[in-house]
């Protein structure tokens, strides 16, 4: 038996954690045990590492090799002692960004080495490849906005939502590249609908991709 593992991807702001939250108790009402997990992060270890990747601002630069390979480490302990491992016991996994942030991130918006990055993805996955990504879709100028003014984060930008609009134009951009590729896999949400409509949106995916 195996479960489902579904990721949740798309800009800074575009509602990834709000629609997370709406969806796990109407798993729960049909009786789906959920994991409900994030990345960076996910483990002790690798919330060590999201904090240190997220939040370092010493005079000390991080470079890009550096970031891409923190965000690998926290993903390889992550797939190994919480993800897998809960897909054997059949849960549906729902992660809060996963590889495809990386290849936005790291490989588009930074200019990475694309095809290195997948075997990099690939090397710290195995045989852990989501079984539905949903791409919440919008103009980086909005998300920003939307955080701007979210109670939890106001005031706090880690080093990526510090970046300019531009490089999130590219993240957005790269994300659709992605979903081009893997129509099967990666389905577009917009994000710039009410938070029910989105809701609405994604438990119809559900509904039909898992039949429940
Ligand atoms: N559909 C929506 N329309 C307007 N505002 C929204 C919508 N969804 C969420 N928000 C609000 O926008 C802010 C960002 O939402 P949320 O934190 O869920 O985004 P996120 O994709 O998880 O962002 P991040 O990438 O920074 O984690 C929150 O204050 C949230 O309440
Ligand atoms: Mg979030």
């Not at 009786?31 to 999201?50: D, F, N, Q, S, Y």
């Not at 965000?71 to 797939?79: G, K, M």
């Not at 920003?144 to 990526?160: N, P, V």
Request: aromatic content about 8%.
């Amino acid at each position: 038996m195996r479960g489902f593992f579904i990721t949740f991807e798309g800009p800074e702001g575009a509602g990834k954690t709000t629609q997370l939250k709406m969806l796990t108790p109407w798993l729960k009402k049909r009786g789906c045990e959920c994991l409900i997990t994030r990345e960076p992060g996910g483990t002790p270890l690798a919330e060590m590492i999201r904090e240190t990747v997220k939040h370092h601002n010493t005079a000390e630069p991080v470079f890009d090799q550096t970031e891409l390979l923190l965000f690998a480490a926290s993903r390889a302990q992550h797939v190994n002692y919480r993800i897998r491992p809960a897909l054997k016991e059949g849960k549906f996994v729902l992660c809060d960004r996963f590889t495809d942030s990386t290849l936005a991130y790291q490989g588009f918006a930074r200019n990475g080495d694309i095809e290195f990055i997948k075997r990099l993805n690939d090397y710290c996955i195995g045989d852990c490849v989501p079984d539905l990504t949903i791409l919440m879709d919008l103009d980086p100028a909005n998300g920003r906005q939307r955080t701007a003014i979210r109670s939890e984060t106001i005031g706090i930008h880690d080093r990526l939502e510090a970046e300019t609009i531009a490089f999130h134009q590219q993240v957005r951009a790269g994300y659709l590249k992605l979903a081009e590729l893997e129509p099967q896999r990666i389905v577009i949400v917009s994000a710039e609908q009410t938070p029910d409509a989105i809701h609405e949106a994604i438990i119809r995916i559900f509904t039909e991709r898992f039949k429940i």
